[in-house]
């Protein structure tokens, strides 16, 4: 069932779990993290950034998708649609294509705009019951087109956004988007204990979750973590087990090459990742 992701997130601060953001880039994506999600009995967000809902031909699109997929795949367990990393404008298209969550990411803007425009999508965001995600400091590296320096985020910063009745934030603390560089210092603990110290019961984002080695995973969890985004992964696995597939030739065996064939093996490396994922979030048997 298509949910906010308040009471999800809430349930996991409370108790010491996170619960996985899935990017989805098309219909295989969404089945296979839907499938996983049921099987694993998880809570499960399915992420969209503003690219990937304009290559699936618009946020109405992947909003009839999902909601389709939850009813034939008689999915039951809690599933929130929520955009990633939205502009002011996306959030808006999203709160009309029937979204049940939303991210504005103001982090760009000065911390007084931030505010103004968050306030406003916050009232529009419950209006509808919606759940919203907020963002302070920016994440490191580029994800369709956002690209951060990936500072990290001022706590005082992090509360006032906070008081704004924002669900969960997201706030910068070395975390990166895409592959982690080799002298990567590593996540920003000490920052993030002194937000979480600001912003109370307020579930706190990861994003960037792809190579982030699971000690420090399980530390950011105990830290207030409650969400956590994978996408690279995903497409890594993807792609990984797509390329073994067509490079020992199963593409031209018999009817290798029809797409429900060509696409399976990578739509079953994203199960497995998925999987590992929610096992290492806690989230398993939570729904």
Same mark, same amino acid.
């Given at each position: 069932?298509?949910? $906010?992701? /308040?009471?999800?997130?809430? /349930?996991?601060?409370?108790?010491?779990?996170?619960?996985? %953001?899935?990017?989805?880039?098309?219909?295989?994506?969404?089945?296979?993290?839907?499938? !996983?999600? %049921? #099987?694993?009995?998880?809570?499960?967000?399915?992420?969209?950034?503003?690219?990937?809902?304009?290559?699936?031909?618009?946020?109405?699109?992947?909003?009839?998708?999902?909601?389709a997929m939850i +009813?034939?795949?008689?999915?039951?367990?809690?599933?929130?649609?929520?955009?990633?990393?939205?502009?002011?404008e996306g959030c808006?298209?999203?709160?009309?294509?029937?979204? *049940?969550?939303?991210?504005?990411?103001?982090?760009?803007? =000065?911390?007084? #705009?931030?505010?103004?425009? !968050? &306030?406003?999508?916050?009232?529009?965001?419950?209006?509808?019951?919606?759940?919203?995600?907020?963002?302070?400091? *920016?994440?490191?590296?580029? +994800?369709? @087109?956002?690209?951060?320096?990936?500072?990290?985020?001022?706590?005082q910063e992090c509360?006032?956004?906070?008081?704004?009745?924002?669900?969960?934030?997201?706030?910068?603390? @070395?975390?990166?988007?895409?592959?982690?560089?080799?002298?990567?210092?590593?996540?920003?603990?000490?920052?993030?204990?002194?937000?979480? %110290?600001? !912003?109370?019961?307020? =579930?706190?984002?990861?994003?960037?979750?792809?190579?982030?080695? #699971?000690?420090?995973?399980?530390?950011?969890?105990?830290?207030?973590?409650?969400?956590?985004?994978?996408? &690279?992964?995903? %497409?890594? $696995?993807?792609?990984?087990?797509?390329?073994?597939?067509? #490079?020992?030739?199963?593409?031209?065996? @018999?009817?290798?090459?029809?797409?429900?064939?060509?696409?399976?093996?990578?739509?079953?490396?994203?199960?497995? !990742?998925?999987?590992?994922?929610?096992?290492?979030?806690? $989230?398993?048997?939570?729904?």
């Amino acid at each position: 069932m298509l949910v $906010s992701a /308040k009471e999800m997130l809430d /349930k996991a601060k409370a108790g010491h779990y996170a619960v996985g %953001q899935f990017n989805i880039n098309n219909l295989e994506w969404t089945k296979s993290i839907l499938a !996983t999600a %049921q #099987e694993l009995n998880s809570p499960v967000i399915l992420g969209v950034s503003e690219g990937a809902g304009k290559y699936m031909t618009g946020f109405k699109t992947v909003a009839a998708m999902v909601k389709a997929m939850i +009813e034939e795949m008689n999915i039951t367990v809690p599933v929130a649609l929520h955009l990633d990393h939205g502009s002011y404008e996306g959030c808006l298209k999203c709160v009309e294509a029937g979204f *049940s969550s939303i991210m504005f990411d103001g982090s760009h803007y =000065p911390i007084d #705009e931030n505010v103004a425009k !968050t &306030t406003e999508l916050v009232k529009l965001a419950h209006d509808n019951n919606m759940s919203i995600e907020a963002e302070v400091g *920016s994440i490191g590296g580029e +994800e369709d @087109g956002v690209i951060g320096a990936g500072e990290c985020a001022d706590p005082q910063e992090c509360k006032a956004i906070a008081d704004l009745g924002v669900d969960m934030l997201a706030a910068g603390i @070395g975390n990166i988007h895409g592959k982690y560089p080799a002298n990567w210092a590593g996540l920003s603990f000490e920052t993030l204990d002194a937000i979480q %110290q600001l !912003t109370g019961t307020m =579930p706190l984002v990861l994003h960037g979750g792809t190579g982030i080695p #699971e000690d420090m995973i399980k530390k950011a969890i105990s830290l207030g973590v409650a969400k956590i985004n994978v996408n &690279t992964e995903c %497409q890594l $696995s993807f792609a990984d087990a797509t390329r073994k597939y067509i #490079e020992a030739g199963k593409d031209l065996e @018999g009817k290798g090459f029809d797409p429900r064939k060509l696409l399976a093996p990578g739509a079953e490396a994203i199960k497995a !990742t998925v999987k590992e994922k929610m096992e290492l979030f806690g $989230s398993v048997n939570k729904a």
